[in-house]
């Protein structure tokens, strides 16, 4: 009974020291990113290995779940007489919901894993170290410009997702099942709002890719350098981007949409 | 035979050092002196915690007692850009060469200099070309890191330790997993660049005939203590079982063959 209060006494110390590093890690890359801004050739480097190598990934997927929305939208509402408003449910589905949400998901999977990886194996490789001793700063010349980037991705990313989205699913409900082309857009138009449904999304994509940049490098920096510190210290990236990434969302849907 | 930790001498000075990982003492009240201007080994096997020695010494970790001075300046008091200006002074040679594996040996050993120095590109593409000519890899600075051997890697990292020229250089475990070519070469190059270029050199190893050749004085260490330390003369010499097993290589003496355990019949019988 003992060791069994002991070791949970113990797991929550670590968690909460976990936490604290991570907070004193995000202050520094936050005072860091200062130092990126004068030099854009980093930063853009960065946006190429984060941003557009997730290119492929984020188009191919946004146009499936595009498809399937058309599809699943489609025999749903024509039970009702209403598949004229396709265009709106797939649109305000993928902008207020699933463009952020499963575009950040993906985003965690590719860039995330990737970022904790190379960042846990420059540590064990003793590359952060080097740098140290050459008294350049690892956080700033390493970390800022990754993160800087993920974070200017994101919501990049999110929108190219709801936008080959919504071609995905005027090819399946306009090209295959026959819904009127003109209705589709126009419907689309007319009901969603700029303000409530586009920059609502834009701004959950903005949170997701801060805290998913957070999460992936935080894990990479604090990785145990070894082989198997790294795999570990990668799928808890993963693991907790989704966690974050799903828990945020209810909370910011609820503070967006919902009259909680 | 004592260097002394006060001498004017001194470029570091360690003194009354206690660190500890977990409950293992790694170094238990140590104090020794690196001069300046010369060569001196930390030499001890795998374990004692000669890594982290330089990891002491360079900032980078925190003693649990005992002070070390760098030019006078206690390391770990200092504020953060004071340790950085610091270091600027110190190169430091990693095992593994710490190389940054995501971009060229010219844009390695540049970094420093871009990093620190207000030197147009011009001026940079000069000193680090004559960087890579004393370590005699010029012609492999389009390479990338993953394309050099263990000896070329060590070899670009050094010309990358030097690109500020610094007073200091430490060497971690230099000679390791080497080739014979590469390791004469490594061994001339540190020789070479301590002399010529008038620095302070501190190699950690437990290459016995590599580091006595090149060294002006040695400490060996053993279980968190200085075992011995002189010249490698002295060391050679040295009266001590435990000095005498180590630059042997003898598989049994001081330190046993056996890791600790119970009895071996009754462990098998029981």
């Known amino acids: 009974m003992i060791d069994f209060f002991q070791t949970l006494g113990h797991s929550v110390l670590s968690s909460f020291a976990k936490l604290g590093r991570s907070c004193f890690f995000l202050l520094q890359i936050l005072a860091g990113i200062l130092t990126v801004i004068p030099r854009p050739r980093l930063l853009t480097k ?34 009702f007489g209403a598949e004229e408003t396709l265009g709106v449910m797939v ?49 700033k010349r390493i970390i800022a410009p990754r993160f800087l980037a993920g974070f200017i991705s994101m919501p990049l990313l999110a929108a190219l997702f709801s936008s080959i989205g919504v071609i ?36 959950k994509s903005i949170v997701f890719g801060f805290i998913v940049s957070w999460i992936a490098l935080f894990e990479g920096y604090d990785a145990v350098p070894t082989s198997e510190g790294v795999s570990r210290a990668t799928t808890r990236t993963v693991v907790n981007s989704a966690f974050a990434i799903l828990g945020l969302d209810f909370i910011l849907t609820a503070l967006m949409f919902g009259d909680i | 035979m004592e ?4 001498s004017d001498k001194d470029i570091i000075s360690i003194q009354n050092l206690t660190f500890s990982r977990g409950h293992r003492k790694i170094f238990d009240n140590i104090s020794l002196g690196i001069r300046r201007g010369k060569v001196t080994a930390i030499m001890g096997p795998s374990g004692t915690g000669k890594t982290t020695l330089l990891k002491l010494i360079g900032g980078q970790l925190y003693p649990e007692q005992g002070q070390i001075f760098v030019r006078r300046q206690n390391v770990h008091q200092l ?38 120095t207000a030197l147009n590109e011009s001026m940079i593409r000069t000193l680090v070309l004559m960087k890579l000519h004393a370590v005699g890899l010029r012609g492999a600075r389009d390479l990338m890191p993953g394309e050099l051997s263990g000896g070329m890697a060590r070899r ?7 690109a500020l020229d610094p007073t200091m250089i430490m060497y971690d475990e230099p000679f390791t997993g080497q080739d014979p070519i590469s390791l004469g070469v490594l061994v001339k190059l540190i020789k070479e ?14 290459d016995v005939e590599e580091t006595l050749g090149i060294a002006d004085y040695i400490y060996v260490l053993s279980e968190g203590k200085i075992a011995g330390h002189g010249t490698p003369e002295q060391i050679s010499n040295s009266g001590s079982e435990w000095v005498q097993q180590f630059l042997k290589g003898n598989a049994d003496g001081p330190v046993h063959f056996h890791y600790p355990a119970d009895d071996y019949n009754n462990d098998l019988f029981q």
């Open chain 2, 156 to 162: 670009v990292a050094l010309a990358r330790a030097i």
């Open chain 2, 193 to 206: 660049l301590n002399d010529t270029l008038g620095l302070t050199s501190i190699i950690v190893s437990h």
């Open chain 1, 91 to 139: 649109a305000a589905s993928l902008v207020r919901e699933l463009g952020p949400v499963v575009a950040a998901l993906l985003f965690a999977g590719r860039a995330g894993s990737a970022l904790t990886a190379e960042i846990g194996l420059m540590k064990a490789t003793e590359q952060l170290s080097g740098m140290e001793m050459m008294a350049i700063d690892p956080i």
């Open chain 1, 168 to 203: 995905g699913g005027q090819i399946v409900g306009v090209g295959l099942l026959g819904v009127d082309d003109g209705a589709y857009w126009s419907q689309m138009q007319s009901t969603l709002d700029f303000q409530e449904d586009i920059i609502n999304g834009v701004i």
């Open chain 2, 79 to 116: 504020k953060r850009a004071d340790l950085y200006n610091l270091r600027k002074r110190m190169g430091m040679l990693f095992q593994s060469g710490a190389l940054l594996t995501d971009i060229n040996v010219y844009d390695n050993v540049a970094l420093p200099l871009r990093e620190h």
């Open chain 2, 3 to 6: 260097n002394s930790v006060s």
């Open chain 1, 46 to 79: 960065q946006l190429y290995s984060v941003g557009v190598l997730s290119f492929l990934i984020i188009c191919i997927s946004g146009f499936f779940v595009g498809m399937v929305l058309g599809l699943q939208g489609f025999y749903i509402l024509s039970d």
